[in-house]
């Protein structure tokens, strides 16, 4: 693992393991525990915090969330009765997209006790509550049975968790031969890059998103292969997250009186951080990208997929 590239990063130095997860516990809860109705304003319906597929840079929100979904869906290829933990749920975009559209059985956690409220009442609102549980909890204090998994997703979460060595291994003892995890996240690329000590970092790494950490790619590949875990395949999505926060910037801009007054300074807070991230996503200062691993042999197959 390379030396701690931010002052993020070298905070992490002088904690325990237990206090840099109740560090993330808090401060990362932080920036969610705002009124849901703020998200609603500049996500699209379903809360997707992270990036959209687009065919067009013309293509709206909705229509890119939704292709991001399907694609999701068609990636972690879930079949009835598979279970499938969802790290990072956030107000169950993902999760509940996939309880409505496969029959299987589906855990989010998140940090966020108002996310899961949202998540919760829409998995009821959607009859779907059956199938969906989910806690406030953090990924390193699960207590799951070994083997008791068939597919784990992070999305636009990753980022927040340090001890990624110890999170794959336990993803990895989680999930059953034949086992999928999907991770879509931020990464820095090899090549240096731009300033990663400049203030502009600072503020988004630590006083807009509580915490994050930005490994390079193959840094987390390794980590993932080190686990006992495949990777499949791995896509490229830089491009479409600056199209993203595009979109989420031109939304807090057209609400920004509506989401002041239920959070006084939280649209500066939303605009400043999504403008330097959408400009480092332009600049490949910063990448996206969506990884697709397996536990032993795949029980998918890349080449067959039908990707919208």
């Known amino acids: 693992m390379n030396a701690p590239r931010t002052r993020a990063e070298r905070e992490v130095l002088s904690r325990s393991a237990i206090e840099q997860i109740e560090?993330?516990?808090?401060?990362?809860?932080?920036?969610?525990?705002?009124?849901?109705a703020i998200f609603s304003m500049v996500l699209d319906?379903?809360?997707?915090?992270?990036?959209g597929v687009f065919h067009d840079a013309c293509e709206d929100l909705e229509t890119a969330q939704q292709r991001k979904f399907a694609r999701i869906k068609e990636k972690l290829a879930i079949a009835p009765g598979e279970r499938v933990l969802d790290v990072g749920c956030g107000w169950g975009s993902n999760l509940l997209y996939l309880a409505q559209h496969t029959a299987g059985t589906f855990y989010g956690i998140t940090l966020s006790e108002k996310q899961r409220e949202v998540a919760l009442a829409r998995a009821r609102e959607?009859?779907?509550?059956?199938?969906?549980r989910i806690d406030v909890q953090h990924v390193e204090k699960l207590d799951l049975e070994?083997?008791?998994l068939d597919a784990v997703l992070f999305s636009g979460s990753i980022v927040h968790m340090h001890n990624r060595e110890a999170i794959h291994k336990q993803m990895s003892g989680l999930l059953r031969p034949g086992g999928r995890m999907l991770i879509?996240?931020?990464?820095?690329?090899?090549?240096?890059?731009?300033?990663?000590?400049?203030?502009?970092t600072q503020y988004i790494f630590v006083e807009a998103l509580g915490y994050c950490r930005l490994l390079g790619l193959g840094e987390e590949l390794t980590l993932i292969e080190r686990a006992g875990m495949d990777v499949l395949h791995v896509e490229d999505l830089t491009a479409h997250y600056a199209l993203t926060l595009e979109r989420w910037i031109d939304n807090v801009r057209s609400n920004r009186q509506r989401i002041d007054d239920l959070a006084p300074g939280f649209s500066r807070v939303l605009q400043s951080y999504m403008t330097i991230a959408?400009?480092?996503?332009?600049?490949?200062?910063?990448?996206?990208?969506?990884i697709l691993a397996t536990k032993g042999h795949p029980k998918i197959d890349v080449g067959h997929w039908s990707i919208p």
């Open 146 to 148: 070994p083997e008791s």
């Open 45 to 51: 319906s379903r809360l997707a915090y992270a990036t």
């Open 126 to 132: 959607w009859n779907i509550a059956s199938r969906v």
């Open 23 to 36: 560090h993330e516990r808090v401060q990362v809860a932080a920036h969610y525990e705002h009124d849901p």
């Open 278 to 290: 959408r400009l480092s996503f332009a600049r490949r200062t910063a990448l996206e990208y969506m």
């Open 184 to 200: 879509s996240d931020c990464y820095y690329p090899e090549q240096y890059r731009g300033d990663r000590e400049s203030t502009a």
